[in-house]
């Protein structure tokens, strides 16, 4: 056995320990414990599959907010025994791991094929891919996560798969695992603009080729077939077909509901209480009075700054999905579970005290350190900006 594969099987045998030790030792304090482990979202995934499985909808649970995908793939945990969703969700945190591995490796091949640094010198890219994916698999913080039962770890895996496709110029694949992301979380869709970027405008249809070759047209039009290559625009077709196909499906069996609970839920929602946002004092000050526009008004910083950093910084495309997720999170109209902020949070949801100007404030200082963050990782990331000036 040689250093990488050594170095992969200690990396991933410890990340299947730490979950097997999380899991266990969360069935223990569920039972003797007032505070639960499990997460209370998985409370109302697993009702949502009990309904399932007996022919309901899984809207009738009170809380659930999510494709009735999700409610189908925990139908064995309902049937069987409640673990079994938590090892989906492990299993899924876990594939994620492997596939940022992955990922690091080609990306290191590549950086070296191009005269490139990336990794160190002195090891292999397995064994440099090995030591930064245990920052995943290793994270106890990620692993608590997928035990207690979150199932964010299912659109981590597609997104990550949709990544690991596109850099083995598996097209096809990336844009299915594209649309399965979308369709169970709509934010993956931030993750569209880049990657049409990224795509390289090659070869196109088979209906303009002899137009791009013969070099015929203006330039206004050349740029236009660039910019709608094949590539793009059958990336884009997959991957709309992918999500419009279960989509329909799911509208099909639930109608209006699964739109309204799926997604439009979400883009009115509002949470003045346990939310540490930019918006939370507004949204506490207009709970009464449903103002609709401002709510809507809140999306528009976010938008655009997602949007020029797909735009910008998709020459590096793993990096540029990070920053579009790490921004679109840092302006999100409700933002949850940040340590430092919990205490306000305390005093106000459990002891009944006035703190909203206290979490507002501290919304705030929050919000600035993310950005400052942002900013230092844009101005030392050798890949951003790059790609606007080298492709289209």
């Known amino acids: 056995m040689n250093n990488s594969d050594r170095a992969g099987y200690l990396v991933v045998g410890g990340a299947i320990l730490l979950r097997i030790g999380l899991l266990a030792w969360g ?5 003797t414990m007032a505070v639960k482990y499990t997460d209370v979202d998985y409370f109302v995934f697993s009702d949502a599959a009990t309904l399932v499985a007996h022919g309901s909808s899984p809207y009738r649970r009170a809380t659930y907010r999510y494709t009735p995908l999700l409610a189908w793939l925990l139908v064995p945990a309902a049937v069987w025994h409640p673990l079994l969703g938590k090892l989906l969700f492990a299993g899924a945190d876990l594939l994620t791991g492997l596939l940022i591995r992955r990922l ?34 290793l994270n106890p913080f990620v692993a608590t996560i997928s035990t207690r039962g979150n199932a964010e770890s299912l659109v981590t895996a597609l997104v990550m798969g ?17 649309g399965c992301a979308v369709h169970l979380k709509i934010y993956p869709l931030l993750y569209a603009l880049p990657i049409w970027m990224s795509l390289v405008p090659g070869r196109v249809g088979p209906a303009a080729g002899a137009a791009t070759t013969s070099g015929g047209g203006g330039a206004a039009s050349r740029m236009l077939r660039r910019f709608f290559s094949w590539e793009r625009v059958r990336f884009g077709f997959v991957s709309g077909s992918t999500f419009l196909a279960l989509g329909g499906a799911m509208y099909h069996l639930y109608g209006e509901e699964f739109l309204e609970h799926t997604y439009l839920y979400h883009v009115t929602r509002q949470d003045h209480r346990h939310n540490f946002s930019l918006y939370f004092y507004h949204l506490y000050l207009d709970s009464v009075g449903h103002d609709g526009a401002s709510k809507l008004l809140a999306f528009i910083p976010q938008i655009a700054l997602v949007t020029l950093i ?15 997720t790490f921004a679109f999170v840092m302006l999100n109209k409700v933002v949850t579970s940040q340590a430092r902020w919990l205490y306000f949070a305390y ?39 790059s790609q606007a000036t080298k492709q289209d």
């Not at 069935?27 to 039972?31: G, K, P, S």
């Open 27 to 31: 069935a223990v304090q569920d039972a």
């Open 104 to 137: 690091l490796i080609l990306g290191s091949v590549g950086a070296k094929k191009t005269g490139g640094g990336s990794g160190s010198s002195n090891s292999s890219p397995a064994v440099w891919a090995s030591a930064w994916s245990a920052l995943w698999l």
């Open 162 to 178: 949709c990544l690991v496709a596109l850099a083995e110029r598996r097209q096809l694949v990336a844009a299915i695992l594209l």
């Open 310 to 324: 797909g735009a910008t910084a998709s020459a590096d495309l793993p990096f540029a999905c990070f920053a579009q």
């Open 347 to 385: 005093r106000l949801e459990h002891l009944g005290e006035k703190t909203f100007r206290q979490l507002f404030v501290a919304g705030c200082v929050f919000a600035a350190s993310n950005a400052l963050v942002l900013v230092e990782l844009a101005r030392n990331h050798r890949g951003l900006g």
